[in-house]
Nanobody
Framework: HVQLVESGGGSVQAGGSLRLSCKSS????????MGWFRQVPGKEREGVAL???????NYASAVKGRFTISKESTKNTLYLQMDGLKPEDTAMYYC?????????????????????????WGAGTQVTVS
């Protein structure tokens, strides 16, 4: 049974930093697609960052250069370091994970998964930037 629990959200002034954590249980996160997504009430959920099974990363253009996704497999924890926060980063942030799909390069996150088609989701942590 896969469980994801986010923490680290809060309120911060523009220009500040936060580090989100996502503790996972029920699987070994080194073998999973894992990512961070965010949603503002009344708007569609959007992808923020994703880390693939080979360690490669993808970022939304709005956060590239400011946010860094990483994982510590020994602790089964995914992180999102957020620097240079802006008011438009205010949202509920969700951690998500899924088994990778087979590809010619081996198990990898599919394009559908990179767009949010992941099976397991946390309850979210609120980030507010003023």
């Amino acid at each position: 049974h896969v469980q994801l629990v986010e923490s680290g959200g809060g309120s911060v002034q523009a220009g500040g930093s936060l580090r989100l954590s996502c503790k996972s249980s029920g699987y070994t996160n080194s073998r999973y697609c894992m990512g961070w997504f965010r949603q503002v009430p009344g708007k569609e959920r959007e992808g923020v960052a994703l880390i693939d099974t080979d360690g490669s990363t993808n970022y939304a253009s709005a956060v590239k250069g400011r946010f860094t996704i990483s994982k510590e497999s020994t602790k089964n924890t995914l992180y999102l370091q957020m620097d240079g926060l802006k008011p438009e980063d205010t949202a509920m942030y969700y951690c998500a994970a899924d088994f990778p799909r087979q590809s010619p390069d081996g198990p990898r996150c599919s394009e559908e998964q990179k767009s949010g088609g992941l099976a397991y989701w946390g309850a979210g942590t609120q980030v507010t930037v003023s």
